[in-house]
């Protein structure tokens, strides 16, 4: 996932963003909460005061069931508390921040093999009726950014044997990784713009 804070640190330079600070690690990736006192993202990027994004990385290999469902109350919950905080004044009077949610899964039989759910009293949403824990983390995302819980929200898949090459695969034009990077590179060039 290291990858993605110098390709965050790129995009900022590339979109005119000058001065801001693209912070990642530690205690300094810390914003306050509304429900709880604070939250610790991965990447920050800050000008003048400014948050101008706060950005979300996960990675899930294997144990698919329990943790699709904990990071899917993580992600709605985060992004909750963020938007609550921002509209009770927490990172002052700006323009709205960029928020991202980047989930990397591990590409294999258990992440693409349809599951069956059982729900005794209400039919499942048609979407998730034998969705793979791949297709649901892609119906995930469309629907935290349909919902504007997220600015953007990405899944890509990809396998053990591909640390070496780096590659990886989208599932969605609406999901992918090109997506997620042309909408923050426009937030961070209007931010640029803004002087």
């Known amino acids: ?26 205690r300094l990736v810390t914003l306050p909460g509304f429900f709880r006192p604070t939250k610790q993202w991965d990447i920050l990027i800050l000008s003048k005061g400014r948050l101008v994004a706060a950005l979300e990385f996960k990675s899930q290999v294997g144990s698919f069931g329990n943790n699709f469902n904990n990071r899917t109350e993580e992600a709605i919950g985060t992004a909750h508390d963020l938007w609550t905080a921002y509209r009770e004044g927490a990172f ?9 949610w980047l989930m990397l899964l591990e590409d294999q039989v258990g992440s693409r093999t349809p599951v069956t759910d059982n729900s005794p009293h209400f039919p499942l949403f048609p979407e998730f009726q034998g969705a793979s824990y791949a297709e649901r983390y892609n119906i995930l995302c469309k629907k935290l950014v349909q919902e504007q819980l997220y600015t953007s929200a990405c899944i ?21 990784l090109k997506t997620f990077v042309i909408t923050l590179a426009g937030h961070i060039a209007a931010e640029a713009a803004r002087g």
């Open 156 to 176: 890509m898949l990809s396998s053990q044997s591909a640390k070496k090459t780096g590659a990886y695969s989208d599932m969605s034009d609406l999901t992918s």
């Open 1 to 26: 996932m290291e990858g993605f804070a110098s390709l965050m640190a790129d995009l900022v330079e590339a979109n005119g963003l000058k001065g801001a600070a693209v912070i990642h690690g530690g």
């Open 92 to 100: 002052g009077e700006h323009q709205k921040p960029f928020i991202g």
